[in-house]
């Protein structure tokens, strides 16, 4: 079992109570076949029998941590603070009114809130918020806060929970260097005058307007720095990074002298889905399975991003392969790309997916094909009140990635992202082409497509009709060749066999994550929770980032290749299989 070197989270804000680490199995960790499984020891195999395959299953479970207590956290400051002083991290939020503020960050704050008044006997610190205004705008906080709200996944939520919450965010200007300057003066002051111990601080920058975002981490790398007296800083900043790969690399320099990179956080919302976290999580605890994952082995990988609404005209500036292919599919892609082997704790899961994405070669406009839905046309001039605008911005793309390093070379990975699909769903499908059997020999994948559909891996990361939470499908030939034995890893939960919509005749074995309800449409709690905990390995590094532009930089700036106009309701594996079918033969027809 790879360690896991959490040693930062543990010494700053505490690690799990003794109570969610208890060395049990869950209720539902049965034989598929009926019986009991073994008493559970410090890690416990339970043996899965089902028609045609057998799977042994390994539950991982995680040996007891000590919880740090409020008085621990008070005497790691030095004496700086007195004991009965209370830990908090301040969080502020700029562009506090915006769409996705009003939508996603304030929810996810509230999350936090949450979890932190929970936690406090175990010596979590308490946050405060403040909300960054723009000055000539009028302070409307109930406006901001308008869906801050008790959802299933929260526990024991109140509305006088809402209440507080919102009653004690501040609201303050944020347009100046001398607005950040009496913000965090301010904050200093409070440090050494209050019952507040500040052992951190998080800015969440969501603007996507590269000046404004340059200027506000200048200012705080400048003026809320403010070293041991506030503890660690910590800077989110919103992708895509720049419009191409030169302004992203003239904004990844601006950043970077303004701030240090473990201060730097990058935001890609994917990172925040549990059916994502999903592919790390069950490739770092299957070794046997995750050797699989390579050259000799598969045959194609395809990534599927797929949406049923549409959009508006504010979309054409942007278009589908920045939104989507340079930024969300590219970490899927290297989820799944990356070698483990090197991986001791989770901040070299970044070096990991910078050196995975150096080997993976530029995209060819010939290897891209370019889509509008119809309907999209129509939209955009009625935004505009203007009956002749002809919208030139793609809002489906298919491409072909190629990585040229040792594990992938010669394998294609197809990607798809666009709007107006028959369903919103994503996966990640590898394809084998040929298994190993127990005793060391090798045996072919049949061309027949019920053969190939049982000899499969699937991650499915979201949606489908109807709906379905994450979980991972290894098809049943993968298992009754190679004799595969599947770790769960802690808190995960097995299904009997059964068919997939996507794969009309898969038949194997499913596993699910644990998913807290709801948490698959709110990634931002995920990912508020990472930035108050520290764990960069759900965020994008400067490297990787850089990386990413350079694959994608030639055919985003592309204007020669022909985009085709497709049906609305189109599905997308559909789509996606014939498309990569046409493709040696060049062809572009509508679908």
Sequence with gaps: MRALLCVVIALVIGSPSAEKNATTLPPSATNLDGSAPSAPGPQTFVSVKTTPVHIDIEVEVPPIEPAVSVQSANSMDGGRHLPYQTPTVSIILLDAHSTIAVDELWPALFSLHLSSLRDGGTGQPKIRVWAGMDAAAPVEGA???????CTAQHAACTAADVSSFCAAVTYTPLDS????????????VSNTNTHNMEIGRIFYLPQHDGDAVVAAAKAVGKHCDAGPSSGWLRVAVATPIGVDRASATTMEHDLSAALRDDQLFRVDAVLGLPGVQQIYDFRDANSELDQLLCRDFVEKVEIVLAESEGHTVAYDAVGVLRDQHQTHLTEVLALLGIDLDHIMNPDCVQHEK???????????????ALYQYDGYTNQCRADLGNPTFEPTAPTLAITTVHAQSERWTGVPFHLLAGAKLGQSHGYVRVQFGRLPVLGGALV????DENTADRSQLVFHLYGGVPARPPAVYIGSRVGGVSG????????WTSAPPSTVPE???WVGNIFHPPEPAGLADAPYDALFAALYHGDRSKFVGGAALLQSWRIWDAVIRDSSTAITVHNTGV?????????????????????
């Excluded at 406006?143 to 709200?149: T, Y």
């Excluded at 050196?355 to 891209?368: A, D, G, I, R």
């Excluded at 996606?576 to 062809?587: F, N, P």
């Design 484 to 491: 595969i034995r599947v770790r769960l890893p802690r808190g």
């Design 444 to 447: 072919g994948i049949s061309t």
């Design 354 to 368: 910078e050196h995975f994405l150096e080997s993976v070669q530029p995209v060819l406009p010939k290897e891209t």
């Design 571 to 591: 599905n997308a594996t559909t789509f996606l299989q014939t498309r990569a079918k046409r493709g040696s033969e060049g062809t572009h027809d509508e679908l």
């Design 503 to 505: 794969i009309s005749r």
């Design 177 to 188: 260097a001398a607005d950040y300057a009496k913000l965090c003066g301010g904050l200093n």
């Design 143 to 149: 406006s901001a806060l308008r869906k801050v709200r």
